[in-house]
């Protein structure tokens, strides 16, 4: 498009400040998430208040979160730290459930012989339930992901830069290149990450392609 390549270089800088509000708040979420998973997983009561907690937070409409933070945190409303604020609270609200489910889905004979090995309580949670979990666990970031890439493009609406700028100046110019320009960019950006989390968690787990290698065997 001529379009594009007339704006390119502004494009490009879009596209950056799109993909570090989007992709922060996954890295801070899923920080934030595991513990509060942990305790989910280890306490039925905890879970019972964290899990539906969690799945409040996430029917907040983006928007209302987005300006309903300012004064909250003492900001500006242009200010990107609000729309980290409200992806970082969306991951963590469809990632405790998650992990919880995750957790709760190691065999208990796993962390029976675990602890027969002589395995600490954090030795074994980093060196065998939390491995165990990430198929489930990348399932989770991989919405997550996906769903910040997306929900981002909404704050352009408060004048925070980034592809969803494209959108608004392209509605208010009539400008339909610009805004086809944005939608294939944010679809690719969320297929690009997406298979990349997924490539991630295939790595992270070679014996369940060992398994599935051996089940295809039989």
Known sequence: MNWLSRNF????ELTGY?????????????????????VANRWPVARGILVPVA???????????FLILPPLLGTRVLDEINVIVALTIYTVALLVRSVADALAAVP??????????????????????LPLA?????????????SNISLTSVAAILGVPQLG???????????????????????????IFDGLL?????????????????????
């Open 134 to 146: 990430v198929p489930v666990l990348i399932a989770g970031l991989r919405v997550a992901t996906v």
């Open 165 to 191: 700028a494209l959108f608004t100046d392209g509605f208010a110019v009539e400008n339909y290149d610009e805004i086809i320009v944005a939608i294939l960019l944010i679809f690719l950006l969320a297929m």
């Open 198 to 218: 997924l490539l991630v968690g295939r790595l992270l787990t070679p014996w369940a392609r060992a398994g599935r290698a051996v089940e295809a065997a039989k």
């Open 108 to 129: 208990p004979h796993v962390i029976a012989a675990a602890n027969a090995m002589g395995y600490r309580p954090v030795r074994r949670f980093f060196g065998v339930e």
């Open 55 to 65: 799945g409040i937070m996430y029917t907040i409409p983006s928007l209302v979160l």
């Open 18 to 38: 799109h993909l570090a509000i989007s992709l922060l708040p996954v890295v801070l979420g899923l920080v934030i998430s595991i513990p509060l998973g942990w």
């Open 9 to 12: 270089e502004n494009v490009l």
